[in-house]
Nanobody, 119 residues
Framework: QVQLVESGGGLVQAGGSLRLSCAAS?????MGWYRQAPGKQRELVAV???????KYADSVKGRFTISRDNAKNTVYLQMNSLKPEDTAVYYC????????????????WGQGTQVTVSS
């Protein structure tokens, strides 16, 4: 059973930055971040494999950077140039990123961390 513990959310003004962290127990899978805003479906933000291959949602390309420390089984999401529309609960996840770029999330989720961007 993979356990995921997230940290790093908070309140920031538009244009600011935040860094999220997610520590996983015993995971060698791809790790990623989803987010869910009120009244909206959960959406993929970014994922990274243990080999460093990444995938980003178009809405965050150029602003967010996902990275990973395999020795610590920890994934990070550096979020820059934040916008009010980035406001959501961010969830850590593990899954499979195929060679064709399709991500299949497993049913292992963190508790979520709130990110609020004020205008």
């Amino acid at each position: 059973q993979v356990q995921l513990v997230e940290s790093g959310g908070g309140l920031v003004q538009a244009g600011g930055s935040l860094r999220l962290s997610c520590a996983a127990s015993g995971s060698t899978f791809a790790m990623g971040w989803y987010r869910q805003a009120p009244g909206k479906q959960r959406e993929l933000v970014a994922v990274i494999t243990s080999g460093g291959r990444t995938k980003y949602a178009d809405s965050v390309k150029g602003r967010f950077t996902i990275s990973r420390d395999n020795a610590k089984n920890t994934v990070y999401l550096q979020m820059n140039s934040l916008k009010p529309e980035d406001t959501a609960v961010y969830y850590c996840n593990v899954g499979d990123l195929t060679s064709s770029g399709r991500y299949y999330p497993y049913d292992h989720w963190g508790q979520g961390t709130q990110v609020t961007v004020s205008s």
